[in-house]
Every structure is written in structure tokens, then in C-alpha cells.
């Protein structure tokens, strides 16, 4: 099976044209906005248009994809500062500049628009609404261009717009790709004795993961705590949540979760098993359920099996109470009394008991 | 006593249209919803005057702008004003349902009756086809008690108080156009600018227009105005404090109050519900701010609660009730789904099918709950049924002589459970071993199945 991971990065489906991607303190989400670049860059006719507010370009392209650069156009404001700045201000230019890119690129079918730190464009307008109108105008301008056209918006959580951008009334559709430490598994395998989905019910993993995946400061202290590694590790966790995807028959699904895997050593998407700092959990045998009941009926010293003729009789012993409320069985003969008179008893000729019929 | 009688009768303004009288008290005029079972848990329907607010904190729906679209089309369907205060108003009611399969939208034929009809019986065979599979095997004594009602039933006939919608239909355009021209649509815009005012707070401006319009519909006709605000505190309104909000809650009340044939209904987006909004006791503080409101509360993303409660899509948080001209709301008298004169107070919980929305009690499963213990079936779980079903028909045999004693049901349960040789069939040994498992748990969908012992309180 396809993960979702997978086919989020390199085979967007037609109608999501929002890829969000979350990175918090813990853990960062940049090397799957990297490989989404890179991918998008090597598809023939796409036209991806990367803003880099805080992130220099170059740490998202490699040395093969720098030479196309027909296919890719950076707006690199990583040293603008506003009120320092002589460029022009974000709101006033954007939308027409982006009108005169989509111009030029008229003959590629889809676009991608890739904006590497929304933060940072919030603490540079200062407004919330401001910046929520703004992307809204970009996944306009995405949507009306149709195709698996894509705004793709990475975001440091915790941050005032993320439930903006979640919301449906922010786009119907939704790809949420959220970065998590390993230690967030291992700590919830260990205190909360509750392995990884494939291991326990999805129920009960989901619910104790989704409250303790959404108080940061838990992750925070399991990885830069005392007892913690750091956040050198180059594999991580993702959880994708897919609002409005489509089955594999086209049916549509509501809201999907998933939890998944990033290795670089793999190659990028794999499994949360295939983790190396995961192995140790997922190799555990889930608690066997069949247990081999002892059975009773062995090893007695007396004999507690029926033979064939015992079997047969007992079988056709009626049941005191199978036949209530039956007619009873009529019997053949009229009821009758039989009586053999007995020592004690005086039957006399002369005088007999009429009454009794005997 | 009759000495005392009045002289002159007593002359009431009309109604508006698409109103009645509270049963509760007769000084409250009531207007619906649009949903029967949202109006049953305000006691009747939203009195004039009053606010009602539908917060609903899960990001990933939108089941609180689905109750304001429902307000809104009822409000146009029984021919009162509907002002939206929306930067998009005209989408906004584009996207509304609609009576079912109505080509005529002005006049009430018996056509749009028998389709309504049609369709509330089409819901209720698609109901009844996906359960009849997972007929539960209760004893017989109980089957032939009618089902335990979980909902208040929607409305019948052209009912003019309040009309069935269908999710499928999508309002029509000429219901738009006639409701602009006769001036029955009214929308308001957060977005705009009135420069001659200043820099001042959508909040504000919006509260202005309002006045201005109650205002002139107040001298003009004796309309009753719905003031539908689907999404309150969205980027179009700029930004909001929590403030703002507060301050526009309260000119909102005091607009209700002096123009009292108006009310409102209010939506605010999932991160505007939430306490890291407003602070900690921000949903009480709206709760006081408004007169009636409720929270919905969705599984969509969750998904151990979406396997717990499988037949519901969220739960229901009342927060606050109408009692315009009461001490107590009327509802606590009057509403048959919180159930506070008959038992305890009903956990409520809301469903959206695919023709209408509902809310219902909700009531944990049969057996006590998801997670009881199971035991597994056996390998030889074939033979038990088999031996089962001819118990079955013992068991039917007994009732059809008519004789119904206690000693047959328990006699019943023990011969299902113990695989005691029957006079007609014969056992194989290892059958005999298959007596320590039970059989097997019921199906998924889970029903209440049985009512109580007064029906009288349920027969609604």
C-alpha cells in the first residue's frame, strides 16, 4: 500500500491544493519541504515559484536541480527587514508580481507555490488577518489554476495562524504533515505502555497521542531535557492528516491520520517501523491474546468419556423443561389404575367399593 | 368569576409570519431554527429578541456555519427578512439547502408536501435498511415495544412554523432574486471601509449598519428580521481582540432588545471558540453574553472518539437557554430531548445525514460500554450455532402455544449456552468441550432496545 507520506510529496492528488507543513522546536519538518522542491522541480511541466523568508535558497536546491532553473523562480527575502529595508513591502508587491510570473508561465499545466517560514511573514506584516488574506489570495490564485497546482506553507508551531490555515473556511482540502521526535514514541511506549499503531488499537494509540503530541513543551523537554538526546537524529515522525481525500475507488473520506516515518538513510518515506531508533519498540511481540487453556479433561484418573451406547441413551433423554407448554404426548391407551391388591387389604364381595375404579 | 369579565376583548398585534406564541410563557414570540430538534432544545424555538450563538471548536468541519445556513433558509422559506453579515453573503446563500424537490418555490403546494413526505420516508427506509441487518436478538417479551425514540420527529405536513429542508437541494436563484427585490436579503459587509468615519473596528462599523437597518425595517413593515453572522472574527473582520467580540455581543443585545421583532444567530470560526483565544472561562463569558448557546463539539479528526460514538458526528455543550421574559428558560419545561422533567438531564449529541441534520440523545451502548470483555469464539463457534439455532426453535415452538412462563426464557439462555444433547440431534464429542465459550458479542451498531415503563413521556 502506497503511504500517504509518499504520495503526499510526489503524486499530489487533484483536488489538494494545500500542503502544510509543521515544525516545532522539537523536531523540524525542513527536509520534506527540501525533498517536495526538489520533486517538484523535476516534473517536466511545472512551474514552482519558492519565497525564502528565512531559509537561504540554496539549502533547498542540490547541485542537479540548480540547473534548471526554468522550472523554479526565488524570491530571496531572507535579508529583508522591514523598516530597514529598501524593498518593497510584501503585501503591496506580491500580488502583482505573482500575476507577472503566472504570465510568464503560461505553458507549464500546474504551479507551486512554496512559502519556507509563514512566521516569519507574520512578525514581518504584524497582523494576523493581514497575513490570513494574503494566503488566501495565493490558494485562490492556486486553485483557479487548477491541475495538482499547490501552495505549500511551512509553518514553527506553535504559531496564532496555524488553526487559521486548518480550518476549512481556509480551504476545504488539507494535506497537515506534522514533524515529531522519536522520543515522543518511545516516551508514550514507555510511560504509557501504548506501542505504535500497528501494534495497538489506532483508537487507543490516537488517544493518547493527539493530547500529548499538542502540548509542546512535552516534546521539548524529551528531546533537550536531561534525559534527553538533542535533536541531532536524522529520522524522524511524521503524522499526515488528509481532510477531503479521495479513496483509491474515488469515494471521499473525511479526515484521515496517519503516522509515518522519515529516513534519509531510506531514502526519505518509510514506515514508523523501519526507523533505527525504532526498532527495538516495534520488534516487541504484541502480548499474545490466545492463550493455550490448560484443559481439565486430561490426565484424570477416572474416566470421564462416554462409550456409544452410553452417548446414544443420553441423547434420548428428555429434557424436564424442552417441551413446556406443548400439548402433551397423548398416550396410546386410556389412563387406567392398576391395582394388585396386597396382604393388608380386605376385598370383600358382598360389599364392593364402587367408587373406586379399580 | 364570571362577574368579572372583560368588557372589551383584549386586540393582540398579528404575529409576524413564520411565529407563534411560547407555550411557556405568552408574552414570548418564537421563531424556528430550521432544524426541529435544535428549536426542541430552546424550548419551542428562538424567541424574538434573543441571540443565539453555535460555537464549534473542531477545525477540520463546519457544522456551526451548517446551522446558521439552516437558520437563514428558514428565515427566507416562511417570508421573514434575513440580513447576513458576511463579506461573501451572496455565496453564503448559495451554498443553503432547500425545501426537496420544489421547481415552484413561492407557493406551498401539496406537491412540495408529498415530496416532503417522500423524503422523510426515504430517510427513514434508508435508516431502517441499514438496521435491519443488525437486528438485535432481544427477548421476546420486549419486541413488541415500539422503539426507543431518540429524536424529536421532523415536521409532517407544510407546517408553517417550520419548514423540512433537504441537505441535497441547493437554494434556487430565484428565490435570492425575489427575496433582494422585495428587500427581504439584506447583506453587510465587514470588509468595507466608510471613510468618512475614520479608522474604526469592524466590530463597530457593523453594528452601525445594523442599527440603521432594524431601524428602518422597524418603521417600515411588520417583518420579523433574522441577522444571520456566519463567521464572526475571520480575516474579513480584521483583527479581532477579544474585546471587540465582547463589545459587539453587548450592542447586539441592546439592538435585540430595543427592536424586539429581531433576532440573531451567530457562528464564530474553531480558534475564535477556544479558550487560548479568549482566556480561561471564555466560553462562559459568551455563554452570559448571548441568550441562548450551545457548543458542537465534532469527532472528524479524533479518531478514538469517532469509534466510540459511531453513529454520532459530535457531541452537543449547552451553555446558556432563551428566557427572554421567564426566570427559568422554558426549555427546562418544555424540551423532550434534555429530558429534564422526565429523568436526569439527557447527554445530547448531533448527526448529519445526508438529507437533514439532527440532534439526539445520546446513550452508551447496550452492554455498558465498547471496551467490556470479550471472549473470543472458539474454533467449534460452527457447531455451537448450528446447535443454537435449533434451540431457537424450541424456543419458538413455546411461544407460539401461547404459554409464557419465566422458566422458558431462562431455559433459553442455558441451552444456547450449554451444548446439552437435544432429543433429535446427535453430538460429536468435541462439541462438549466448546460449552466454556459464550457466543458471540452482537454487531457494532448499537441500539437502545426498550423503552420504559411510561411510554406516555416518550410519545413524541
Redesign the interface.
Known amino acids: 500500500m502506497p503511504s500517504l507520506l509518499s504520495s503526499a510529496i510526489a503524486h499530489p492528488a487533484r483536488n489538494q491544493h494545500l500542503l502544510l507543513l509543521q515544525s516545532s522546536v522539537a523536531q523540524t519538518c525542513l527536509p520534506v519541504l527540501r525533498d517536495v522542491v526538489q520533486r517538484s522541480m523535476e516534473r517536466a511541466r511545472e512551474k514552482t515559484i519558492l519565497f525564502c523568508l528565512l531559509y537561504p535558497p540554496l539549502s533547498f536546491l542540490d547541485k542537479a536541480s540548480r540547473a534548471q532553473t526554468d522550472r523554479l523562480l526565488v524570491v530571496d527575502r531572507t535579508t529583508y527587514v522591514p523598516g530597514y529595508s529598501d524593498g518593497l513591502d510584501f503585501n503591496d508587491d506580491v500580488a502583482s508580481f505573482l500575476r507577472s510570473a503566472i504570465m510568464d508561465s503560461i505553458q507549464s499545466s500546474s504551479l507551486n507555490i512554496v512559502i519556507d517560514s509563514v512566521d516569519t511573514l507574520l512578525s514581518d506584516i504584524n ?4 497575513t ?2 494574503i494566503l ?1 489570495e495565493l490558494l485562490s490564485i492556486v486553485r483557479t489554476r487548477g491541475g495538482t497546482s499547490r501552495l505549500i506553507i511551512h509553518v514553527l508551531a506553535p504559531c496564532p495562524l496555524l ?2 490555515l ?4 481556509f480551504s476545504p482540502s ?1 494535506t497537515h504533515l506534522i514533524a515529531h521526535p522519536t522520543a515522543l514514541l518511545t516516551h508514550i511506549a514507555s510511560a504509557y505502555l501504548t506501542l505504535p499503531p500497528p501494534l495497538s488499537p ?3 494509540f ?2 493518547v497521542f ?1 493530547p500529548i503530541s499538542e502540548r509542546h513543551y512535552e516534546s521539548e523537554k524529551l528531546v533537550y531535557g536531561s534525559a534527553g538526546e538533542g535533536s541531532g537524529l536524522q529520522d524522524f515522525v511524521v503524522e499526515i ?1 488528509v ?1 477531503g481525500g479521495a479513496d483509491a475507488t474515488g469515494r471521499r473520506r ?2 484521515e ?1 496517519e503516522l509515518e516515518g522519515w529516513s534519509p538513510a531510506l531514502g526519505g518515506p518509510c514506515e514508523v517501523r523501519e526507523l533505527d531508533s525504532l526498532k527495538s519498540l516495534c520488534s516487541e511481540k504484541p502480548a499474545t ?2 492463550q493455550i ?1 490448560p ?1 481439565p ?1 486430561q490426565n484424570l484418573p477416572f474416566n470421564l ?2 462409550t456409544q451406547e452410553q ?2 441413551s ?3 433423554v ?2 424436564p ?2 417441551h ?4 402433551p404426548v397423548q398416550a396410546s391407551m386410556p389412563a387406567a389404575i392398576l391395582y394388585d391388591p396386597d396382604s393388608a387389604d380386605d376385598l370383600d364381595d358382598d360389599d364392593p367399593d364402587e367408587d373406586l375404579d379399580i | 368569576m364570571s362577574a368579572f369579565k372583560r368588557r372589551t376583548t383584549t386586540k393582540q398585534p398579528p404575529l409576524p409570519a413564520g411565529t407563534r406564541t411560547c407555550p411557556g410563557s405568552t408574552a414570548t414570540v418564537i421563531t424556528s431554527t430550521g432544524i426541529p430538534s435544535l428549536d426542541d432544545i430552546l424550548g419551542g424555538g428562538l424567541p424574538l429578541s434573543c441571540s443565539l450563538l453555535v460555537l464549534a471548536p473542531d ?4 457544522y456551526g ?1 451548517l446551522v446558521i445556513k439552516y437558520f437563514a433558509t428558514q428565515g427566507l422559506a416562511c417570508g421573514q427578512r434575513v440580513c447576513v453579515v458576511d463579506s461573501r453573503a451572496e455565496s453564503f446563500l448559495n451554498e443553503c439547502m432547500w425545501m426537496p424537490g420544489s421547481a415552484t418555490t413561492t407557493a406551498q403546494t401539496a406537491d412540495t408536501s408529498e415530496h416532503v413526505s417522500l423524503t422523510v420516508a426515504e430517510d427513514e427506509e434508508d435508516e431502517r435498511a441499514s438496521e435491519h441487518d443488525t437486528k438485535i436478538k432481544i427477548a421476546w417479551r420486549y419486541e413488541q415495544m415500539k422503539q426507543f425514540q431518540t429524536t424529536v420527529p421532523s415536521a409532517q405536513s407544510t407546517d408553517d412554523y417550520c419548514r423540512t429542508f433537504d441537505l441535497t437541494c441547493r437554494m434556487p436563484e430565484s428565490v435570492i432574486q425575489s427575496a433582494r427585490s422585495d428587500g427581504r436579503f439584506l447583506a453587510v459587509n465587514p470588509d468595507e471601509q466608510i471613510h468618512t468615519e475614520g479608522p474604526v473596528s469592524s466590530c463597530r462599523r457593523v453594528i452601525h449598519r445594523l442599527s440603521d437597518i432594524l431601524a428602518q425595517n422597524d418603521s417600515e413593515s411588520s417583518l420579523a428580521t433574522r441577522i444571520c453572522i456566519p ?1 464572526l472574527g ?7 481582540s477579544p474585546q471587540d467580540i465582547c463589545y459587539l455581543f453587548h450592542s447586539l443585545r441592546v439592538l435585540l432588545r430595543r427592536y424586539p421583532r429581531a433576532c440573531a444567530s451567530v457562528c464564530m ?3 475564535v471558540c ?1 479558550e ?1 483565544f479568549g482566556g480561561p472561562g471564555w466560553v462562559q463569558k459568551l455563554g452570559w453574553l448571548t441568550d441562548a448557546s450551545i457548543t458542537l463539539a465534532a469527532f ?6 469517532t ?2 460514538f459511531s453513529s454520532h458526528h459530535g457531541l452537543v455543550h449547552i451553555h446558556s437557554l432563551p428566557a427572554p421574559h421567564t426566570l427559568l428558560p422554558p426549555s427546562d419545561k418544555f424540551s423532550a430531548l434534555r429530558g429534564l422533567t422526565s429523568s436526569g438531564e439527557n447527554n445530547l449529541a448531533f448527526k448529519c445525514m445526508r438529507k437533514r441534520f439532527i440532534f439526539e440523545t445520546l446513550h452508551l451502548v447496550v452492554e455498558g460500554g465498547v471496551s467490556e470483555r470479550r471472549t ?1 469464539p472458539s474454533a467449534s463457534a460452527l457447531v455451537l450455532d448450528s446447535a443454537a439455532g435449533h434451540v431457537r426453535d ?1 424456543a419458538h ?2 411461544l407460539a ?3 409464557s ?1 419465566v ?2 426464557v431462562q ?1 433459553q439462555l442455558e ?1 444456547v449456552e450449554i451444548t ?4 433429535t ?3 460429536t ?1 468435541a462439541s462438549e ?1 466448546s460449552a ?1 465459550s459464550s457466543f458471540k458479542k452482537a454487531k457494532v451498531k448499537k441500539k437502545v432496545a426498550f423503552t420504559s415503563e411510561r411510554p406516555d413521556l416518550y410519545d413524541f
Request: aromatic share 4%; no cysteine; charged share 20%.
Open positions: 497582523s494576523v488577518s493581514a490570513t488574506r488566501s488553526p487559521i486548518t480550518q476549512t473556511r488539507l489506532p483508537e487507543k490516537w488517544g493527539i492528516l481532510r473525511g479526515v491520520r491474546e490466545m487453556v484443559d479433561t468419556n462416554l452417548a446414544k443420553r441423547a434420548q428428555p429434557l423443561y424442552a413446556e407448554g406443548k400439548p | 477545525a477540520h468541519s463546519a456555519e463567521s475571520s480575516y474579513e473582520w480584521g483583527d479581532v470560526p474553531s480558534h477556544q487560548a472528524s479528526s479524533n479518531p478514538s472518539l469509534a466510540m473470543t424450541h415452538e413455546a402455544s401461547g404459554r412462563s422458566a422458558a431455559v441451552q446439552a444433547p437435544q432429543p440431534t446427535v453430538e464429542p468441550t466454556g
